[in-house]
């Protein structure tokens, strides 16, 4: 064995776990990148897509040597900065840090007013978080579980409850919908920009009801200022395992786990999405990556290439179906 050989060897054995084979690839590349990269966050600031997306641009930040910059593009569900993301050129220096919402729902709620194709106009690099949506209701509405928030929906001599949704084709839309159909409540539909302003009219008592993720929400039920009834999804969460989910009430489909995403405009090249993929791959083993993304009601996780890709077509499929069998709730 040479001696440079020998010494490689040497080095490689130092280097902490999962960092011998990554960071060396990472110098590849030829010099991309070498100016600052955008991050367009279809969301406003302070939601969960933005805080995991800031979260990203850190890491990236240090790994790169370039900043790596948040730019929120909002409004009509999230497709506004997608569209802009699907328009930009593929050339590494514009990426998307998307969510379900923006990337599912709205392209089966909106159709034809959605000027992008997930599967067409991207690349993936990858999913790296997944959580459940939480129902949440006002302290004054006097409920403390699901059922108690049906009796006091169907009670006539009430006026209907608001609630707060983040757009068509949302999970917070589109749960909820499916709930009212599902057990035939008659409730009033309010439109908000992202989750952040969703709930702080929910808080203020301005909508009575909507859907949000623990990260968001749960600091106003610690405090007092939210209840929740009921988790939007198939698991039960750690931080309230006396909760029911609905699958429980018989509603499992679509799957509404919300996930968020990282991806490259389509035809970026391969060695710059190689390279972003062991980036992301790299953050999901941070500790300070990994303190966002994992247990307060999210799950850290690792979905890259084609598994993305699989992904995306069953939940087009599956949201299409549903689109077509519940149609939406008259507000």
């Known amino acids: 064995m040479t001696h440079s050989r020998r010494d490689a060897l040497r080095l490689a054995s130092l280097l902490p776990l999962g960092l011998s084979f990554a960071a060396p690839a990472l110098a590849q590349g030829g010099t991309w990148p070498d100016r600052p990269v955008k991050l367009i966050v279809p969301w406003p600031a302070g ?3 933005d805080t995991y997306g800031r979260a990203l641009a850190r890491e990236l930040s240090a790994q790169f040597g370039q900043p790596f910059v948040v730019d929120n ?3 009509a569900t999230g497709t506004i900065g997608i569209q802009a993301a699907a328009r930009s050129a593929p050339d590494g220096y514009t990426l998307l840090v998307p969510n379900l919402t923006a990337f599912i729902g709205s392209v089966v709620a909106l159709g034809d007013a959605v ?4 599967l ?8 790296f978080v997944e959580s459940s949506s939480i129902l949440w209701a006002h302290p004054a509405l006097g409920v403390t579980s699901f059922d108690a928030l049906l009796a006091r929906i169907r009670d006539s001599r009430k006026p ?3 609630f707060g949704t983040t757009g068509s ?3 917070s839309e589109q749960s909820v919908e499916q709930l009212a ?4 409540l008659d409730l009033v539909k309010v439109p908000y920009r992202g989750t952040a302003p969703q709930v702080t009219d929910l808080i203020a008592g301005h909508v009575q009801i909507g859907s949000a993720d623990f990260p968001t929400a749960g600091p106003y039920f610690r405090d007092g200022r939210l209840r929740p009834l009921l988790v939007i999804g198939r698991q039960r969460l750690p931080e309230l395992p006396d909760l029911p989910t609905t699958a429980e009430l018989g509603l499992t489909e679509p799957d509404f786990t919300v996930w968020n995403g990282f991806f490259a405009p389509a035809a970026t090249p391969a060695p710059i999405v190689d390279r972003l993929r062991e980036g992301l791959a790299l953050a999901t083993r941070s500790e300070v990556f990994r303190a966002v993304t994992n247990g307060n009601g999210n799950r850290a996780v690792l979905q890259t290439g084609a598994e993305v890709t699989a992904r ?7 949201r299409r179906a549903f689109a077509r069998e519940i149609g939406p709730v008259e507000g």
């Open 181 to 184: 159909r599902h057990y035939r």
């Open 160 to 162: 209907r409850l608001a």
């Open 169 to 171: 084709g949302s999970v």
């Open 120 to 127: 067409r106009d991207f690349t993936p690099i990858g999913i």
């Open 47 to 49: 939601g969960p897509t």
């Open 73 to 75: 593009r909002t409004g």
């Open 312 to 318: 995306l077509e069953r939940e087009l499929e599956s």
């Open 115 to 118: 000027q992008f194709n997930p």
